[in-house]
């Protein structure tokens, strides 16, 4: 049986090292160590990129017009919420398969999408997912402040937990009511914080959240209080730009929280790992920097730690792993990918072993 072979080197938590991926029928067959074969794809290999936050429900709205964060998507009045409100059912869910289907084509293999629009908004996103669509956790959240527990128990039976916006977007009762319902179902809890404003790290924490997303705005106190707490925070650097706001994810990053990466607003950021990888990396340069493999690792590793509790996906590089192949020009690949790679650059998506290329998903 005629071998073909990928890649020249493989990304470990530790660091990359040399390594290929013996192909057999679009299948792999070994994991192997070591210098490749002359024949084999000048690439990387690596987990494959885990999108740990999106909203792409309204990838439709893209581009979306300047404007303040309040303005632009708070709820309910926001640009995002009324174009929601006046688009069709089926222009979303096309929106939303088109952003799935580049999310696999560019090497992604699960994300977490907070998913407004109650019990529809969830059934919408399930109905627009094909076979190329990347495995999704699927965060819920009620129509209106007036959510019953009837409503809340709809959604948490039809997705994996609920997804809410800034604290002080919502009555706090509702939220703290949202949250014990979603424990009691097992499901998942998080929530926006301190994104354009400090918000109370006391009230956030008594939620309960399974992760928080953006912390930019977050004392050294916050942070050291999700550290003890072992709460991981996704950062989104791509849609804080669009807002004149720069989280500091140097400062995340040695702080000891686990910390994920996310594209956030479709309408804002298409979700490319690879495009949020490289303005991640060009953020902490300007506050003292992480190394390449830090940075690759919040796409990687990073989201991994956010959803192996309900994803149980492997860290490792094996025959039935989910991997990414990005090609590279040089013998630096890390570097290559947080500064001058692109979607392009994606060579092929391994899922559970089997190879498929992304051309075969762009059309």
Same mark, same amino acid.
């Given at each position: 049986?005629?071998?073909?072979?990928?890649?020249?080197?493989?990304?470990?938590?530790?660091?990359?090292?040399?390594?290929?991926?013996?192909?057999?029928?679009?299948?792999?067959?070994?994991?192997?160590?070591?210098?490749?074969?002359?024949?084999?794809?000048?690439?990387?290999?690596?987990?494959?990129?885990?999108?740990?936050?999106?909203?792409?429900?309204?990838?439709?709205?893209?581009?979306?017009?300047?404007?303040?964060?309040?303005?632009?998507?708070?709820?309910?009045?926001?640009?995002?919420?009324?174009?929601?409100?006046?688009?069709?059912?089926?222009?979303?869910?096309?929106?939303?398969?088109?952003?799935?289907?580049?999310?696999?084509?560019?090497?992604?293999?699960?994300?977490?999408?907070?998913?407004?629009?109650?019990?529809?908004?969830?059934?919408?996103?399930?109905?627009?997912?094909?076979?190329?669509?990347?495995?999704?956790?699927?965060?819920?959240?009620?129509?209106?402040?007036?959510?019953?527990?009837?409503?809340?128990?709809?959604?948490?039976?039809?997705?994996?937990?609920?997804?809410?916006?800034?604290?002080?977007?919502?009555?706090?009762?509702?939220?703290?009511?949202?949250?014990?319902?979603?424990?009691?179902?097992?499901?998942?809890?998080?929530?926006?914080?301190?994104?354009?404003?400090?918000?109370?790290?006391?009230?956030?924490?008594?939620?309960?959240?399974?992760?928080?997303?953006?912390?930019?705005?977050?004392?050294?106190?916050?942070?050291?209080?999700?550290?003890?707490?072992?709460?991981?925070?996704?950062?989104?650097?791509?849609?804080?730009?669009?807002?004149?706001?720069?989280?500091?994810?140097?400062?995340?990053?040695?702080?000891?929280?686990?910390?994920?990466?996310?594209?956030?607003?479709?309408?804002?950021?298409?979700?490319?790992?690879?495009?949020? +990888?490289? $303005? @991640?990396?060009?953020?902490?340069?300007?506050? !003292?920097?992480? %190394?390449? =493999?830090?940075? #690759?690792?919040? /796409?990687?590793?990073?989201?991994?730690?956010? +959803?192996? $509790? @309900?994803?149980?996906?492997?860290?490792?590089? !094996?025959?039935? %792993?989910? =991997?990414?192949? #990005?090609?590279? /020009?040089?013998?630096?690949?890390?570097?290559?990918?947080?500064?001058?790679?692109?979607?392009?650059?994606?060579?092929?998506?391994?899922?559970?072993?089997?190879?498929?290329?992304?051309?075969?998903?762009?059309?």
């Amino acid at each position: 049986m005629h071998s073909t072979y990928l890649g020249r080197w493989l990304l470990a938590p530790e660091g990359v090292m040399k390594g290929f991926l013996k192909i057999q029928d679009d299948e792999v067959v070994e994991v192997c160590e070591g210098s490749p074969p002359a024949e084999s794809t000048n690439a990387l290999i690596l987990p494959s990129f885990i999108n740990a936050h999106t909203h792409i429900g309204d990838s439709l709205a893209y581009p979306a017009p300047k404007g303040s964060l309040e303005e632009v998507v708070a709820p309910p009045s926001g640009y995002k919420h009324r174009i929601l409100r006046s688009a069709s059912r089926s222009a979303k869910i096309d929106a939303m398969r088109e952003a799935m289907i580049l999310m696999s084509a560019s090497g992604t293999s699960h994300f977490i999408d907070y998913r407004e629009e109650g019990l529809e908004g969830v059934h919408a996103l399930s109905e627009a997912m094909v076979d190329a669509s990347p495995r999704a956790m699927v965060l819920g959240r009620p129509l209106s402040a007036e959510a019953t527990d009837d409503e809340l128990d709809a959604i948490l039976g039809s997705c994996d937990g609920i997804g809410m916006s800034a604290v002080r977007d919502w009555p706090f009762d509702l939220l703290k009511r949202i949250s014990g319902r979603t424990k009691a179902a097992g499901k998942v809890f998080s929530i926006h914080a301190s994104e354009a404003v400090n918000e109370d790290i006391d009230k956030v924490l008594d939620l309960k959240p399974d992760f928080l997303v953006h912390m930019v705005k977050a004392t050294d106190g916050d942070l050291e209080r999700c550290a003890d707490a072992e709460i991981p925070v996704v950062v989104c650097p791509r849609s804080n730009e669009f807002f004149g706001l720069e989280p500091d994810i140097t400062r995340l990053v040695h702080s000891g929280i686990h910390v994920a990466l996310g594209t956030d607003n479709g309408m804002i950021a298409r979700p490319d790992m690879i495009e949020e +990888l490289k $303005a @991640a990396f060009r953020v902490c340069k300007r506050r !003292g920097g992480i %190394s390449p =493999l830090e940075a #690759v690792n919040l /796409a990687t590793f990073g989201g991994r730690k956010v +959803l192996n $509790a @309900a994803a149980k996906i492997t860290s490792e590089i !094996g025959t039935k %792993s989910d =991997l990414t192949v #990005v090609t590279v /020009a040089g013998a630096a690949p890390l570097s290559e990918i947080v500064t001058s790679a692109s979607s392009k650059d994606v060579h092929a998506i391994i899922r559970g072993g089997k190879v498929w290329r992304p051309e075969s998903w762009k059309a």
